[in-house]
């Protein structure tokens, strides 16, 4: 089974930046789709970005010239670069991961935007 541990959340000022990191157990190398999903209090969870094996990026209308999602098989982590954040990004954000043996999401990370 994969587990996936995110890190780097916080609170930050509009403007500001923050980098998410998901650590995986499994090779994230061999994972068919990574990427990051967010849910705010009392909205449905919403896809981010993610990144295919192939490389190709995905990101959701409000995300992008924002965030850049990538991968460092090295540390074995998937990232996500915010920034410019807004009020708005304010949620709990996921990293999730599509494999072979299945959907795997880790316990998500608070990021809350804020003066």
């Known amino acids: 089974q994969v587990q996936l541990v995110e890190s780097g959340g916080g609170l930050v000022q509009p403007g500001g930046s923050l980098r998410l990191s998901c650590a995986a157990s499994g090779s994230i190398s061999r994972f068919y789709v990574t990427g990051w999903y967010r849910q705010a209090p009392g909205k449905q969870r919403e896809l981010v970005a993610n990144i295919a094996i192939v490389g190709i990026t995905n990101y959701a209308d409000s995300a992008k010239g924002r965030f850049t999602i990538s991968r460092d098989n090295a540390k074995n982590t998937v990232n996500l670069q915010m920034n410019s954040l807004k009020p708005e990004d304010t949620a709990v954000y996921y990293c999730?991961?599509?494999?072979?043996?299945?959907?795997?999401w880790g316990q998500g990370t608070q990021v809350t935007v804020s003066s």
């Open positions: 999730n991961a599509r494999t072979s043996q299945g959907n795997y």
